[in-house]
């Protein structure tokens, strides 16, 4: 089935460090990724669309130069976090579609999320 | 408004119980509609898409009304291992998807 790694799955970091986050599709290829943060208890909240060769989509509220997303493979995406601050503490979790397999359109599979504590 | 609302729960059953959950979608132009389940500090997995002429799946059937903008969840003969938070979760014909903030669900012995 289709597998979506993400890494690390946690970190730790000091106010004002940058943290990237990468997310693999495994076994097929992804043309658009997707970004979301979860605060404890609260809902999965979309950032960004990622797309490959591309600039990404960002949500409403979402600051760009904040959360940098890449996008240069099919394969890869990678969300960095820039000076970060212990506000941006969250579950950040990647996803793709890989239709194919599943059999149907638009389902999405998602990493297994990497948990940032900033201190 | 939210673009995806659920009942927010927490939903406590005993087992072999018959739960339900809702879900309102505000947009029109939603196409697909899921059901994910999320385990504790885990990733969302997709537990079954709705379909317009509603589905089951052993004991889980889905249903959707387009009229209304509303999806449901039914589980029935709850088990200990189907505590967890639920997602409700919808697009318009592209990969992004919207979700609903979950309802969480304990089931008890």
């Known amino acids: 089935g289709a597998v979506v790694s993400q890494h690390p799955s946690w970190v730790i970091c000091k106010s004002g460090t940058s943290v990237k986050i990468e997310c693999r599709s495994l076994d097929f290829q992804a043309t658009t990724m997707f970004w979301y943060r979860q605060f404890p208890k609260q809902s999965l909240m979309l950032m960004a669309t990622s797309n490959e060769g591309s600039k990404a989509t960002y949500e409403q509220g979402v600051e760009k130069d904040k959360f940098l997303i890449n996008h240069a493979s099919l394969t890869l995406s990678t969300l960095t976090v820039t000076s970060a601050h212990p506000e941006d503490s969250s579950f950040y979790i990647c996803?793709?579609?890989?239709?194919?397999?599943?059999?149907?359109?638009?389902?999405?599979?998602f990493g297994a999320g990497s948990r940032l504590t900033v201190l | 408004r939210k673009e995806v609302e659920q009942d927010p729960g927490p939903f406590n059953v005993p087992e072999g119980a018959t739960v339900a959950f809702n879900c309102t979608y505000s947009n029109s132009a939603s196409q697909s509609f899921f059901w994910y389940r999320q385990d504790c500090r885990k990733e969302p997995k997709l537990l079954m898409s709705?379909?317009?002429s509603g589905n089951e799946d052993g004991r889980f059937t889905a249903q959707l009304n387009r009229a209304s903008q509303y999806i449901s969840l039914l589980i029935r003969d709850s088990k200990l291992s189907d505590s967890a938070t639920y997602l409700c979760?919808?697009?318009?014909?592209?990969?992004?998807?919207?979700f609903g903030a979950g309802t969480r669900l304990f089931v008890k012995a």
């Open positions: 996803s793709a579609s890989a239709d194919r397999v599943h059999g149907w359109a638009n389902v999405l599979t």
């Open positions: 709705v379909y317009s």
């Open positions: 979760g919808t697009n318009t014909g592209g990969f992004k998807t919207i």
